[in-house]
Structure formats: structure tokens, C-alpha cells
């Protein structure tokens, strides 16, 4: 199982970022998805989540109303829209799968996803 997540990189606060996280070597559409992060010092925290079919989304309380996930999986591929960027924003984000998941279920407990992919920094210059 490989997840490539791209897209990070540097932007102005009030900016925009779009990251992305291809997936393979799994069944896709059985798996929920997510996007975690983590600053220097701080624990790893839950950003947002998607569903096997993308019906059901959740976000981090930090992030809700700016962010926003979604997924196409005939490209098994996920997205994450960052808008109205702020310093607090800076980290490392990763993708993860949730394999075998129920429909409808993202989880926010990242010990429950199984697969990680290998993070892009995401630096937000006030």
C-alpha cells in the first residue's frame, strides 16, 4: 500500500493551498479517508475525513468552515482544500486510510487508520 500526498509548500496567511493523496496497492473505495497534521512539539491531530463514498465528512474543530475534503475514487485519490490559511496551519500533513470501514464511518482516532502516507509540509508565513 503506497498513499503520495503532495501539494504542500508555502503561502501567505489568508492564502490557499490544495493537498493531494494518491492512492494504491488497496481497495480504495473501502476505506475512509483522512487528513491529519503535526507541528513541532504538538501531538498529531485529526484536520478532516471522508467516507467510502464521500456522502459523510468530518472536520477538526480548528479547521471547520476553511477546509474542506473530498475524493474521486475512480482516480483513488483524495483532496484537501485549505483556504484562509493562518500560522496555526503550519505542519506536516498526512493522509491515512481507514481500511474496511463501514459505510459512513471516519473515524478521528488516528489509531484506527491503518495505512499513513509520508506527509507534505505546509508552511504559512504571517
Known amino acids: 500500500v503506497q498513499l503520495q500526498a503532495s501539494g504542500g509548500g508555502l503561502a501567505q496567511a489568508g492564502g490557499s493551498l490544495r493537498l493531494s493523496c494518491a492512492a494504491s496497492?488497496?481497495?480504495?473505495?473501502?476505506?475512509?479517508m483522512a487528513w491529519f497534521r503535526q507541528a513541532p512539539g504538538l501531538e498529531r491531530e485529526f484536520v478532516a475525513g471522508?467516507?467510502?463514498?464521500?456522502?459523510?465528512?468530518r472536520y477538526g474543530e480548528s479547521v471547520q468552515g476553511r477546509f474542506t475534503i473530498s475524493r474521486d475514487n475512480a482516480k483513488k485519490t483524495i483532496y484537501l482544500q485549505m483556504n484562509s490559511l493562518n500560522s496555526d496551519d503550519t505542519a506536516v500533513y498526512y493522509c491515512?486510510?481507514?481500511?474496511?470501514?463501514?459505510?459512513?464511518?471516519?473515524?478521528?482516532?488516528?489509531?484506527?487508520?491503518?495505512?499513513w502516507g509520508q506527509g507534505t509540509l505546509v508552511t504559512v508565513s504571517s
Open positions: 471522508i467516507s467510502r463514498s464521500g456522502g459523510t465528512t
Open positions: 491515512a486510510a481507514y481500511p474496511r470501514a463501514i459505510m459512513g464511518v471516519v473515524p478521528p482516532n488516528s489509531a484506527q487508520y491503518h495505512y
Open positions: 496497492g488497496l481497495t480504495f473505495s473501502r476505506n475512509s
